[in-house]
């Protein structure tokens, strides 16, 4: 059924790998993905892998306060050990750096401005937000069961990806959509609205794209969510009934609506296309399981 949409996804579907070394010597890895808008090279992936990046420029200020304190007095201060020293995002390509980046983490998105996109083409088409509805078939794409652990070389202080990690395979999931969830509008005034779909986006897809079976883009996947479901399972250890409870998961993507609202308000250019089947008329927001993942902080910051 998505054969030829991950066929087209895949022209701007890309690998984004976050990579953090610690005051202990530990680097941390995170694998994301990330969608190219146009050929400016603006970029659509989610909020909350720039969290790192974010400490790392706090963490910045903390050494370098504690260094002058030593220096006035040595051995006055003890580094913490879970201090981001080093830090690097890779966008698919060696020479690919990111200039500007606004980032909402009530929506958990990110919009990145990009240099040295050479070599992209093909550009996606986002649905308008009127042609969407509950039960349309929807699809995945990223970069999910992958193993990437960088290694960071102190002489030329670059960390670098191991030998036969690369290229990352594509990993595909498909699902329904099932109903539109409503959170209010941003600090910056955004509506915050998320595509509910009947299975969950898996790490490595943060970042990517939930598109229809023509390769329009539906959303940005950027969170998983767990639902108690109303029955449980009865388990019997030793003669013992206990009850288990039962859960499910499912997936919320960034709504195409909020998407569009963002490029505008950023002067981003795109394209558009799919028929007028309903006049968007979404429900106030309604209390919700909070995803285990979720960090609720609302913090809005542009990065230059």
Known sequence: ???????????????????????????????????????????????????????????????????????????????????????????????????????????????????????????????????????????????????VRSEFNKETNNFSIPPGVLPLTFYPTEGMHTRDIVEGVTQDGFDRIFVDTSTPSYRGQSGGPLFDTEGRIYGINVRTQIRRLDFDNVMRPRDELLPEKQYANFGQAVHVRTLIEIMNKNNVSFETSGEVTQTVNLAPPKNETRDIDKDASGDTYIIE
């Not at 240099?115 to 937000?129: G, I, L, M, S």
């Open 1 to 147: 059924m998505f054969a030829k949409a991950c066929t087209i996804a895949r022209n701007w579907t890309r690998p984004l790998i976050v990579s953090a070394r610690l005051a202990s010597g530990t680097v941390d890895t995170q694998v994301g993905t990330y969608v190219l808008i146009n050929k400016d090279g603006w970029a659509f992936t989610a909020g909350h892998l720039f969290d790192s990046f974010v400490k790392f420029q706090a963490d910045q200020k903390k050494i370098k306060e504690a260094k002058e304190m030593n220096d006035a007095n040595p051995g006055s201060v003890e580094p913490d050990l879970k201090w981001v020293v080093n830090h690097s995002f890779w966008f698919g390509k060696d020479d690919v750096r990111m200039s500007r980046v606004y980032v909402n983490r009530q929506i958990d998105i990110a919009l990145m401005k990009l240099e040295n996109v050479k070599d992209a083409t093909v550009f996606p088409v986002f649905r308008t937000p009127e042609s969407m509805a509950p039960g349309t078939s929807v699809c995945r794409l990223g970069f999910a069961f992958t193993e």
